[in-house]
């Protein structure tokens, strides 16, 4: 049971929009940044939002972070192909003083 | 480049112990947590802990508080678990992963390949 709670699941067609949601508590996403993680087939994670909305270099702007008191979501505008991953959200919690993470949703572009 | 290199992933009795090294480059290895992060295969992923860039400060999962203790040598840019009293439920991709900053956060910036540890008899 993970401590972030996101879908484990969402799908797409090409083009389309699709947003994935992390909800959490106070003492995790209602205190701190949220950070979003893109895992592809076979591969490590990558770091795909920090700073609940903010891109690291080389992630495309149609990716967006959003942050709202104790939730988070990642949306992904004119779905492609090479977005099917899993994807994963983490953030700090202050009353134990460890990262978190969410359970991962697969995306699939249908 | 950053660039992260994890090794000693190997198959290891429970009850047993083991070192996994992370040799850094690319970046001044003391100006950054560091951290490790596990992913059963075909599961999602599990931060087990993590080490401030100065070493003053260390972060345990509870899962592993207690038996898997996190170091740094900054003569030689390497982070190491020492993990002990290994179980089942251990065996996992292990990942080294570099921090944004000097502080411990979820700002995970930067991932190695992994290294693959079974725990099993």
């Known amino acids: 049971q993970s401590v972030l709670t996101q879908p484990p699941s969402a799908s797409g067609t090409p083009g389309q929009r699709v947003t994935i949601s992390c909800s959490g508590g106070?003492?995790?996403?209602?205190?701190?940044?949220v950070y979003w993680y893109q895992q592809l087939p076979g591969t490590a994670p990558k770091l795909l939002i920090f700073?609940?909305?903010q891109r690291p270099s080389g992630v495309p702007d149609r990716i967006t972070g959003s942050h709202s008191g104790t939730s988070a979501s990642l949306a992904i505008d004119g779905l492609r192909s090479e977005d099917e991953a899993d994807y994963y959200c983490?953030?700090?919690?202050?009353?134990?003083?460890?990262?978190?993470f969410g359970g991962g949703t697969r995306l699939t572009v249908l | 480049d950053v660039q992260l290199v994890e090794s000693g992933g190997t198959l290891v009795q429970p009850g047993g112990s083991l070192r996994l090294s992370c040799a850094a480059s690319?970046?001044?290895?003391?100006?950054?947590?560091m951290n490790w992060v596990r992913q059963v295969p075909g599961k999602g992923l599990e931060w087990v802990s993590a080490?401030?860039?100065?070493?003053?400060?260390?972060f345990y999962a509870d899962s592993v508080k207690g038996r898997f203790t996190i170091s740094r040598d900054t003569s030689k840019d390497m982070l190491f678990l020492e993990m002990s009293s290994l179980r089942a439920e251990d065996t996992a991709v292990y990942y080294c992963?570099?921090?944004?900053?000097?502080?411990?956060?979820?700002?995970?910036?930067?991932w190695g390949q992994g290294t693959l540890v079974t725990v099993s008899s």
């Open positions: 690319g970046f001044t290895f003391n100006k950054y947590a």
């Open positions: 106070s003492s995790n996403i209602g205190s701190n940044y």
């Open positions: 983490a953030t700090w919690d202050d009353n134990v003083s460890v990262v978190v």
């Open positions: 992963v570099k921090g944004a900053k000097a502080y411990c956060s979820a700002d995970l910036y930067s």
């Open positions: 080490m401030s860039g100065s070493g003053a400060g260390a």
């Open positions: 700073r609940s909305d």
